[in-house]
């Protein structure tokens, strides 16, 4: 879901683009044959089991055979980016994900755990070039993270679990990846 309407890619848009250029490149949604690597934080494991859950259902529904996924859970969403690399640089994954919840609090904490968390998993996608999939909600309510991970098509486990196989899709197309 985006903020407005008037974000969204249009309809034939991408087709309009493709007939101007000499290479138009589109992540494909069937997952056969992808290996996937996710790592969950266990805090706010309430919220990120649903995130885990929902990319789960996602990725089978996409074709991904289950059997092809390695859950890796670590204490928090700090530790996502090390536990990412480790995934990343096994040469077992062609896409790994990142499940975490920061939510807002009274402290500081917050821009400083978000923040290290999505440099970190920026690093180890440009570093490795696999491609690792930001999955961690940065919320200011509790309420905010409990939506953002109902178990609907608005839950944003399922959202990464798609930008995954289709971010393999352009990869794998640009010459790069396993």
């Excluded at 494909?28 to 996710?38: C, E, K, R």
């Excluded at 309420?143 to 289709?166: C, H, V, W, Y």
Aim: charged share 15%; net charge negative; proline share 2%.
């Amino acid at each position: 879901m985006t903020s407005s309407d008037a974000t969204i890619l249009a309809d034939g848009a991408v087709d309009a683009i493709a007939a101007r250029v000499g290479t138009s490149i589109v992540g494909g949604d069937s997952g056969s044959g992808i290996a996937v690597g996710i790592a969950c934080a266990a805090f706010n494991g309430g919220i990120t089991h649903r995130l885990l859950s929902g990319a789960l259902d996602r990725l089978e529904a996409s074709g991904v055979d289950l059997t092809d996924v390695t859950v890796a859970w670590v204490p928090g969403a700090f530790e996502l980016p090390v536990a990412c690399r480790a995934m990343a640089r096994s040469g077992a994954y062609d896409a790994v994900i990142a499940f975490g919840a920061v939510i807002r609090g009274d402290t500081g904490h917050y821009e400083f755990v978000a923040g290290e968390c999505a440099s970190g998993l920026q690093r180890v996608q440009l570093d490795t070039g696999v491609p690792t999939i930001f999955g961690v909600l940065t919320t200011e309510t509790v309420g905010q993270a409990l939506e953002r991970s109902e178990p609907d098509a608005t839950n944003k486990g399922s959202e990464a679990a798609i930008t995954a196989i289709e971010t393999v899709h352009v990869v794998r197309a640009l010459g790069g990846g396993r």
